[in-house]
């Protein structure tokens, strides 16, 4: 059977091409439960462009090498800066948009798949998604957030960065990608709610640009997994609401 069609050899086979490469993806967190259902398309790509936030040891890079045979892998990393034949390592630091965004312009590529495997601090995972998702992503494109374990921390540090946040608390980047789940339904609601929507997405760090190109919003353990819309999905937000009088409350 097509591994498109066949869930559980999808997964063994991109366990198992983690676990040879040593990456945590695999070995530790278990995202080959959620990744291949939303990337296996992805596969059947000719020029396809991968943008990884997150260097480290170079084990995400040889998974991702490995899976997407058709693939030119670009990485962002604050510490590291190297060139393959598949493969460029661009040294950038994710809490700066402007290092991001220089590194951005040496993509050469049409980018399909970004995964956010860098500082895992909520603040930078919403800055780069409100930057990359947009602009950056192809349409019917994946963007992972991996490592959103932080936005439950109520105190530490990680790579240098404190962590204040805890369960329900609004700058996480999972309240942060809760709205966004809320703004793919934005034509149910209500003007005055979705006024307040757009507000509290801005307090978030969600540009109004980025959460109109989403198509879905997956949250699985440790990581939220997002999908670009196309052109065929917008005129599904375009169409007049068949029960817009409901969306009404007195004032």
Same mark, same amino acid.
């Given at each position: 059977?097509?591994?498109?069609?066949?869930?559980?050899?999808?997964?063994?086979?991109?366990?198992?091409?983690?676990?040879?490469?040593?990456?945590?993806?695999?070995?530790?967190?278990?995202?080959?439960?959620?990744?291949?259902?939303?990337?296996?398309?992805?596969?059947?790509?000719?020029?396809?462009?991968i943008l990884e936030i997150g260097y480290g040891e170079g084990k995400s890079?040889?998974?991702?090498?490995e899976y997407f045979p058709n693939a030119f892998v670009y990485c962002i990393?604050?510490?590291?800066?190297?060139?393959?034949?598949?493969?460029?390592? +661009?040294? *950038?630091?994710?809490?700066?948009? #402007?290092?991001?965004? /220089?590194? %951005?312009?040496?993509?050469?590529?049409?980018?399909? &798949?970004?995964?956010?495997?860098?500082?895992?601090?909520?603040?930078?995972?919403?800055?780069?998604?409100?930057?990359?998702?947009?602009s950056l992503l192809q349409a019917n494109g994946i963007y992972i957030v991996?490592?959103?374990?932080?936005?439950?921390?109520?105190?530490?540090?990680?790579?240098?960065?404190?962590?204040?946040?805890?369960?329900?608390?609004?700058?996480?980047? +999972?309240? *942060?990608?809760?709205?966004?789940? #809320?703004?793919?339904? /934005?034509? %149910?609601?209500?003007?005055?709610?979705?006024?307040? &929507?757009?507000?509290?997405?801005?307090?978030?760090?969600?540009?109004?640009?980025?959460?109109?190109?989403?198509?879905?919003?997956?949250?699985?353990?440790?990581?939220?997994?997002?999908?670009?819309?196309?052109?065929?999905?917008?005129?599904?937000?375009?169409?007049?609401?068949?029960?817009?009088?409901?969306?009404?409350?007195?004032?």
């Amino acid at each position: 059977m097509d591994p498109v069609n066949n869930p559980e050899s999808a997964r063994a086979r991109f366990k198992a091409l983690g676990d040879n490469a040593g990456t945590d993806k695999t070995t530790y967190h278990g995202y080959h439960r959620f990744y291949p259902p939303h990337l296996e398309h992805l596969r059947q790509i000719e020029d396809l462009g991968i943008l990884e936030i997150g260097y480290g040891e170079g084990k995400s890079l040889t998974l991702w090498l490995e899976y997407f045979p058709n693939a030119f892998v670009y990485c962002i990393d604050r510490d590291v800066e190297s060139q393959g034949e598949r493969h460029r390592v +661009i040294k *950038a630091d994710q809490a700066d948009p #402007d290092s991001v965004d /220089r590194a %951005c312009k040496l993509i050469q590529h049409p980018i399909h &798949l970004i995964i956010d495997d860098g500082s895992h601090l909520p603040s930078h995972q919403t800055t780069s998604f409100s930057m990359l998702f947009p602009s950056l992503l192809q349409a019917n494109g994946i963007y992972i957030v991996e490592d959103i374990e932080t936005s439950y921390w109520l105190t530490g540090e990680l790579y240098g960065n404190q962590t204040r946040y805890g369960l329900s608390c609004p700058w996480s980047a +999972i309240e *942060a990608f809760k709205l966004i789940a #809320d703004y793919t339904n /934005r034509q %149910c609601l209500a003007g005055c709610d979705l006024s307040l &929507l757009e507000y509290r997405m801005a307090l978030a760090g969600i540009t109004l640009e980025a959460a109109s190109s989403v198509s879905s919003v997956s949250f699985s353990q440790n990581c939220i997994i997002v999908s670009k819309s196309t052109a065929s999905d917008a005129t599904y937000w375009q169409r007049p609401y068949l029960y817009e009088p409901f969306t009404h409350r007195d004032p």
